[in-house]
């Protein structure tokens, strides 16, 4: 079966990354058909970087059905996340 999955990509000691994986957990939580996964860890973002080709750190990816809905890049805060996935769920 597939899912619906916000999968945000971090590096380690980053600032962004930390505040982003915050409201991303928040966020998410507004959508139960979505399931959150962070993949901090440097040989798993090289891995997904050499597949999606995302441009930078902190990079947060909505993947549906093995789709990529969209790539959003840097911190935002929970209400610009939330408005976010609804326009790209919406598509």
């Not at 619906?4 to 980053?14: A, D, M, P, R, V």
């Not at 970087?49 to 935002?76: C, R, T, W």
């Amino acid at each position: 079966m597939n899912k619906t999955y916000l999968i945000e990509f971090s590096g380690e000691n980053c600032p962004g990354c930390i505040q982003l994986e915050s409201e991303a957990i928040k966020a998410s939580r507004h959508f139960p058909e979505l399931a959150f996964v962070n993949f901090g860890d440097e040989e798993t973002v090289r891995k997904y970087h050499q597949k999606f080709n995302f441009a930078k750190l902190p990079a947060l990816m909505l993947l549906k059905d093995d789709e990529v809905l969209g790539i959003l890049y840097g911190s935002q805060p929970e209400e610009i996340l939330i408005e976010w996935i609804k326009a790209k769920l919406e598509k």
